[in-house]
């Protein structure tokens, strides 16, 4: 039954539609349900030691790369070859700006990370969810580092094409797009299928401000000029009493 079993088909061929389903329909039912929980929760307050450099270094960092990947993966080969980019070009790109961007969403995570799990108010106010997000993207950030030494050995760009040619098959629904990056470098496969976890995520974490931040133009242009607020509790708050008034002299 499982004698054609390749854990490859799992990887790339399954979970990319698996994370983007429950990416889609998570953030939704979370939108709906609690739309006033999407937010970062800042520990400001508590610690501000390591806060602003670590914050500053992970969320420059991070969004470069995430852009980079972004652009990088979803523009067309047959773009580069009309404006005449080379593919060892852009794959000069990728490792001098995603190389940089990288250590330094690297370093960030790492002090935000370190300043999480030591200060103990920030501790006891921490979900599971959110030292479990922090630590897979710490992850993902050094093994992100790593595929940079096999990078090198292709600067050809041959190995990117494939990547943007899997990235590109998977949203116009090519079910057969996992052969063409099966015998890639395991650390790529790390790679993605940790992407994957985080996205699939996504929608039950702190990451989901990063949505609200981004729509938030938006949102601001189409304010209903109010805004309602549902409470959690059971039981509703007794009335209050009117204060008694004071007898004039």
């Given at each position: 039954m499982f004698s054609n079993f390749d854990i490859n088909f799992i990887i790339f061929g399954i979970m990319p539609y698996a994370a983007l389903t429950v990416l889609v329909v998570g953030c939704i039912a979370r939108y709906d349900r609690d739309q006033y929980t999407w937010k970062s929760s800042s520990s400001q307050l508590?610690?501000?030691?390591?806060?602003?450099?670590?914050?500053?270094?992970?969320?420059?960092?991070?969004?470069?790369v995430f852009f980079g990947h972004l652009i990088g993966l979803f523009t067309p080969v047959w773009v580069?070859?009309?404006?005449?980019?080379?593919?060892?070009?852009?794959?000069?790109?990728?490792?001098?700006?995603?190389?940089?961007?990288?250590?330094?969403?690297?370093?960030?995570?790492?002090?935000?990370?370190?300043?999480?799990?030591?200060?103990?108010?920030?501790?006891?106010?921490?979900?599971?969810?959110?030292?479990?997000i922090m630590v897979l993207i710490w992850w993902q950030l050094a093994i992100g580092l790593l595929t940079i030494t096999q990078t090198l050995q292709h600067m050809?760009?041959?190995?990117?094409?494939?990547?943007?040619?899997?990235?590109?098959?998977?949203?116009t629904w090519n079910i057969n797009a996992w052969v063409t990056v099966v015998d890639v470098h395991w650390l790529y496969k790390l790679h993605i299928a940790l992407g994957l976890i985080?996205?699939?995520?996504?929608?039950?974490s702190r990451l989901v401000h990063m949505?609200?931040?981004?729509?938030?133009?938006?949102?601001?242009l189409t304010r209903p000029g109010y805004q309602v607020v549902r409470t959690r509790r059971k039981k509703a708050l007794p009335k209050r009493s009117a204060p008694k008034s004071t007898p004039a002299e």
């Open positions: 508590l610690r501000r030691k390591q806060l602003m450099w670590g914050s500053i270094l992970f969320h420059v960092g991070i969004i470069t580069l070859d009309a404006i005449g980019v080379p593919y060892a070009l852009k794959q000069w790109m990728a490792v001098l700006i995603g190389g940089p961007a990288g250590i330094a969403a690297l370093i960030g995570g790492t002090l935000l990370l370190h300043r999480r799990l030591t200060e103990p108010r920030i501790r006891a106010t921490s979900s599971w969810m959110d030292i479990t050809d760009g041959s190995e990117m094409v494939r990547f943007m040619t899997w990235s590109q098959s998977i949203v985080i996205t699939a995520l996504f929608p039950f949505i609200s931040g981004f729509a938030a133009p938006v949102k601001y």
